[in-house]
């Protein structure tokens, strides 16, 4: 999880322009014949560049907010600021032109070809065949899928993780500064899912879009967010906060709640192993490197004491991408190093 | 990777799902070919007597069917015209509550026997009467409530996700509708149109009695003279007619949904 520690893009730093690229300002949708409005009087600001994970139980409003940032859904009162502008006013198409929209089912049309759906947005922008043949290839070759091999294929030639890249790459068409993304990982298989996750992370690393995300999944919401909204039913926020700010100083009882009691062992993926004082590995003694379990430096402190649990050992060697051992954690440290850094349950 | 072997294996079995389509889709036409050979051979074994052969004339029965053609294509055009776009309003959220409505009026328009409409309507004031025009809208209400079923199912069935994809991308209304929705629609919207055919096809046969030409002439005639050779020959074009029809329409509909899915 070096992306949450070691991230150089923080909002804090680096970035000319402070402002968030989305903000809501007292936003509430009361859907037509209830009474209990499903967001209300919402107040939320996504910085730029960051991704904002919008998580909480079934009906807690968040794919509504999400929604109400590209009015698929038009609040009932407030605004919304993208990028500055009030676009509550605005021509509705005409500003969803300008955000990438990822949904769980995907929602490629299966008439079209994978290339031909990648194109919907900038055809409709007047981009010339030229350019948009580019753009398709250029994404392609982004969401790690072989531009010959794919471009002309339809939909159902496709698999379920291969159809969601298309989708990201669809989204990403018209290079928007802004991303929202309905539990676009939902319906994959646990395997795909992870791989897809870290490559997600690996194009953000590149495009550095605004992104809003829903998920009803606080482990994806951990690993993926820079910022975590926790919504409770009404719509009602009940923490905004970093991954790390939920799981060590969860704001209320439904908060503390909702993360459960696992919240001690998740905060383990957010401590990069790079960022530990390890252990030198003792040379002649026993046991020696060699035969030391190995995990990357890459890893988080969860992977550490996943890979001693499974081993049924005390000490693991830290190794970096070559597979050269950088140091040794040890079981018992390990356990100070986290009390000193006051991340202990 | 794995991967690389499906398209081979797609294509693979698309080609032998299409050889099996193209047996099924030559059957028609040999049994319509066979059929009209073994009545032609059975006419030419007899000896006609000079009404028999005044009836049987090419020019005679071609211009019957000329009539009864172009009594299908119109009624059927209507049909299209008039289904089509009443379809895609239904299909719309607002028209939720009228949907039903429409359908259940079609679906009376269609239990009416189509003689008693052609009959009535001929004794309507003008333009109605003892005509072509007549015959063409007793046509069209009969035949109305497969297309108009089939473009509102047709359109229904398109799955929301997609609907939501394209407007979340910013495609408008119309554009939904035209790019995502009616192309996804057209193989069910097909389907309505071939049988609204089929049924024109069929029913033109009582356009003769109320003015409106066509082969039922060609019966009425072979009933009237009581020459049976007449009327089996006949019996045997609009049949052979009505499957061909039938037949056109069902490749049509095969290469539309092929395209589309």
Redesign the interface.
Known sequence: MSETTTNPHGIAEGHPDQRPMIVLEGVSKTYPGQTIPAVAELDLAVPRGSIVMLVGPSGCGKTTTLKMM?R?IEPTTGRILLDGEDVTGVNA??????IG?V?Q???????FTVGENIA??PR?LGWDRQRIRQRVDELLELVGLHPR?FRD?YPR?L?GG?QQRVGVA??LAADPPVM?MDEPFGAIDPVTRERLHDEFLEIQRTVRKTICFVTHDLQEAIKLGDHIAIFTAGGRLAQYDTPEGILSRPANDFVAEFVGSGAAVRRLHLIALSTLDLDEIATGSSPTAAALVTVPLSGSVYDAVDAMLDAQTSVVAVVDDDGQAVGALRWNTLVEKLQLRGLHP | MSVGGVPGLITVSRRRKGMRSYADLLSTPLIVLLGGAAVALWVSTRTLDDIEARALQPSAILSDLGQHLILTAYSTLFVIVIAVPLGILLSRKGARRIRNVVLAVGGFAQALPPYGVLVLIAFAPAPFGFNPFSVIMGLVAAALLPVLRNTVVGLRQVDPALIEAARGMGMSGRATLFRVELPLAVPVMMAGIRVALVLNVGTAVLATFVGGGGLGSLIVRAQTLNRPIVLVTAGAIVAALALMVDWLAGVAERLVRARTS
């Open positions: 590209n698929l198409d005409q500003l969803r032109r300008r929209y949904i089912q995907v929602g490629l049309f299966p008439h919907v947005v409709m091999e294929r030639q698999s291969q669809r989204a929202l």
